[in-house]
């Protein structure tokens, strides 16, 4: 079955700088990624997917990923952070049918004034 | 506000109890899905329903018996839990066919916080 790998469960920037956070898949064959956020107390949200037809994905809020299948990742920034960006972020694949998601172990991220 | 509701917010229950974890949706989707997630970890599929019946359980013990009573309505019936059961319960949407589900993948609701004493 696919799997994602999510390095860092947790990443620190100040507020206005580069979000970066990481995702690699394991797969021989181009997968269905997704990020989703999750705010605390709540359920999950969409940010953005990868269906093979754009390598460069523009999501919700400002994020954005580049799916890179000579890295295997699937690196989801944003050029500057904001204060409510602050949330815990799942990289997620289609694994063993179009119904089966598998969320990676995510990333919390944490923004500082 | 999100498309998919559910209650209780939050259920405190004993081992003993029988209670139930409710879904609803109005997007016209026909598979819902009840994910289980521990603190700090992500969430783990339980089960899938498509068009009201069962399509996949993730080897779920018995003490957790879902009811998909119609489109819109996703239910999940609790008996003799353990504390270890304690989590948040998410339930979650989405159209039916491959091609639409990558176009608009899982809906989630907020979860039911459960806590097994």
């Known amino acids: 079955a696919q799997s994602v790998t999510q390095l860092g469960s947790h990443v620190s920037v100040s507020e206005g700088a580069l979000v970066l956070l990481r995702c690699n898949y394991s797969?021989?064959?181009?997968?269905?990624l997704f990020w989703y956020v999750q705010y605390p107390n709540q359920g999950l949200q969409l940010l953005l997917k990868?269906?093979?037809?754009?390598?460069l994905v523009k999501g919700i809020n400002g994020f954005e990923a580049e799916f890179k299948k000579s890295e295997t990742s699937f690196h989801l920034t944003k050029p500057s952070a904001h204060m409510s960006d602050a949330a815990e972020y799942f990289c997620?694949?289609?694994?063993?049918?179009?119904?089966?998601?598998?969320f990676g172990t995510g990333t919390k991220l944490q923004v500082i004034p | 506000d999100t498309e998919v509701t559910q209650t209780p917010k939050h259920l405190v229950m004993g081992m003993t109890n029988k209670k139930s974890l409710k879904c609803e949706q109005h997007?016209?989707?026909?598979?819902m899905y009840w994910y289980k997630q521990k603190a700090k970890k992500p969430p783990e599929l339980m089960f899938v329903?498509?068009?009201?019946?069962?399509?996949i359980n993730e080897s779920v013990p018995s003490r957790f018996s879902p009811e998909c009573p119609n489109s819109s309505l996703l239910n999940l019936h609790l008996h003799a839990l353990q504390p270890e059961d304690s989590a948040l319960y998410l339930c979650?949407?989405?159209?039916?066919?491959?091609?639409?589900?990558?176009?608009?993948?899982?809906?989630f609701g907020n979860g039911t916080r459960l806590t097994v004493t």
């Open positions: 979650a949407s989405s159209q039916d066919t491959r091609t639409s589900f990558y176009n608009s993948p899982l809906h």
């Open positions: 797969s021989s064959v181009p997968p269905y």
């Open positions: 990868y269906t093979s037809a754009a390598t």
């Open positions: 997620a694949v289609l694994s063993g049918g179009y119904q089966k998601v598998t």
């Open positions: 997007m016209g989707h026909r598979a």
């Open positions: 329903y498509s068009y009201e019946k069962l399509s």
